[in-house]
């Protein structure tokens, strides 16, 4: 169990940044060995231990593990020299300098629900360790500054466990009586506990071969389940082009003879990336084209690489303390993103990117959980692995290389793996290394990763047309977030440019500047609240200001008038500019229309945004990737989040009379692109093959909305044709959404061909959890208690209670609270199951301060409730907890 509480126990303690002290006692090797057994695993561990600090007081982390005996230097340990904390730690008083401490425990694999430390799953045995999962396994200095060198020893049943493997490299194997067997493992290269792994049990291997710059050569392997070993190709593909890739792009090589990954259907997230050893959810590692969407295989590049390249950020340089998560996660995000840009069509992985985070971080910015990059505090850790944490985190090393250049940037990379090889370091450290490496004085950049909340950039202009001048006024405030009620302003580097009245570039001079060479694209930097930039030598028309080119900063912009956005959205070079106009101008007539919705007007589709999708489809193929997402409307719940109090039954209303609507007008234009992006030859999944099949579903979605057009015959021959599941899902969103009589029985025949295909059939639940027929609620309680649902697997809860609760707005918050009620339900069964999983899935219920009053009020009726739970986990107290909080 993870630390439960009752509710006689105290509030659990919060730990703070600023009480960081380094370990007492450094351990210098780990030296483990594993009898396994699904319910009595006994670990014996030698540690080889050294006092650095003053104290001779040696305290180890656990949790859930039951001490067998004790020794020190040989010498059995007894009480009072050896204490059990309540926390379930170890104490040992009276340590000496330097000594070898060993433990024996006894684990129950079986019993481990929570999927933190060694559990079992489909009878197979697997770990995670980050962030405290180690002192579930045995007792240890359970930090990420305490590194050590590993060697495992294995031992299990032959029949059963065939496949013996833990980080670094293969050091022998045997056989055992009783049909027993062993291997060993060791890891050369020093490391937290957080990066421990094993894996054993009935897997098999898909090989290849990787050979570095420098002539080593990597056996590679992608355990899975007997029968998936065709499902490997592209995780495979994706892992040998991220190896080369941190070549070429950052020198940097692999470090060990294998590089091995176990695929495990029982995970909390993605994936981990152990020392030579990366464990990863199923989700990320099997596609075959009849089962996996694109977003899938783009899923699946994208974790695999972002694993490997935290071999380097994240493996050999680490964190000091997990305050630094971003260190090593916004980091590796940064890179895997500069992957994908470099894999497929750089714009639009761009403004998907960009799309994600405003839809997950710049809520969470707003909301009760807002926090800094860099944490000040938590109470328990594994709530702050946010996107707030990854993707801003990401967009933050993303802005130090824009401002010190891309050279500058790779130097400072040297520099900081030079310097900090097999360290546990902090975010200082990272950016001083970019300062010294590009000379610049990044101490106000900072403040990025200090300040909460998403800076609003405004912006002013006036032109003279009689000198040519143009001033561009810019400004910028940060909202008040709990604890931070007071913000300073952040350095902004804003890449823009200007257009003439055509829509030509023109010659960005500033004022001062000399008149040869003006660029037509430049960064500025918004340092001060408030600054003007003046443009000289400027023609008659007033230029339009095409701003945040390539989002070039993490915050929300505004100011500008409804035609100079709906002019970039149809002219700017720039594909990000394009694409954000375009939203920008929906989301101001959603916001209109459900305002006049209120007043008792029947929305109808705003001519200017009729023009800009007219405009997109006009050049839809000659770029379909990028087409299909211009011609997506602002989410539900992000024009929701431009509200001071939100209405989501009129936004859904607003959006889907404009998405009838859009069908309707544009009829034979979208049945002509469902018609012509057909594509008849084999499954393939380049960019060009993608962004054709996006564009031809979206198409048939609108199509569909439309009444009297042919989308749902459409959508059912689609459905039936079963090409591909990109092509499947599709069909089947769109009848799933209707009132269709072949609904029910594509649902059924769906279910019936892949009801023992876990992955796929986690996509037929979250469809029908985020489906917009009015029904939709009475059918996920009922999905919830259908056989094939099940508590104990988080990628089934993702896909039906998160699905639910974060990606159906209309129905989540329901008048009758019925919504509410359901996830709180969920939370309060999950959370002695999985509470990591559990407190992840609060989340929704702490958006009330957006609701009315009526739906506030449930809201929060619901979070007091599962409060109220005896024995509730620390990480679920403190979600719920704060989610309640005024402030
Ligand atoms: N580092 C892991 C995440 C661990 C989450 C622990 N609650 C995966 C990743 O970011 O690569
Ligand atoms: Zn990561």
Redesign the pocket.
Known sequence: MNAPLDSSAATPAAIHRQDYRPPAFLVESVDLHFSLHPTATRVRAKLALRRQGESRVLELDGEAVTLIEASLDGTRLAAPRLEMLPSGGLRIADAPDSFVLETLVEISPEANTELSGLYLSGGNYFTQC??EGFRRITFFPDRPDVMARYSVTMEADRATCPVLLSNGNPAGSGELPEGRHWARWEDPHPKPSYLFALVAGDLVAVRDRFTTRSGRDVALAIYVRDGDQDACGHAMASLKASMAWDEAEYGLEYDLDVFNIAAVSDF??????NKGLNIFNTKYILARPETATDADYEGIETVVS??YF?NWTGNRVTCRDWFQLSLK?GL?VFRDQHFSEFMGSAAVKRLANVRRLRAAQFPEDAGPMAHPVRPDSYVEI?NF?TATVYQKGSEVVRMMRELIGAANFRKGMDLYIARHDNQAVTIEDFVRAMQDASGLDLSRFSRWYAQAGTPELRVEDSFDPATGRYVLTLSQTTPPTPGQPEKQPVPIPVAMGLLGPDGAPLPLRLAGENAAEAPEERVLLLEEARQDFVFEGLGEGKPIPSLLRGFSAPVKLSGLPLESLGFLAARDSDPFVRWESGQQYATAEMLRLVAAHRAGEAPALPEGLANIIAAVLDHAESDPAFAAEALALPSEDFVAGQMTVADPEAIHIVRQALRREIGARFAPRLAALHDGLENSGPYRIDGVSIGRRALRNAALSYLAQAPGTDGLPRARAQFAAGANMTDVLAALRVLVDSTDPAREEALAAFHARWRNDPLVLDKWFALQATSSRADTLVAVQALALHPDFDLRNPNRVRALVGAFAAGNPVHFHAASGEGYRFLAEMVIALDPVNS?VAARMVGPLGDWKRQNEQRAGMMRAELQRILARPNLSKGTFEKVSKSLAMD
């Open positions: 980050e962030a909390n997230m993605g994936a981990m990336e972002h694993e935290h996660e590796t594994n692995y990591q």
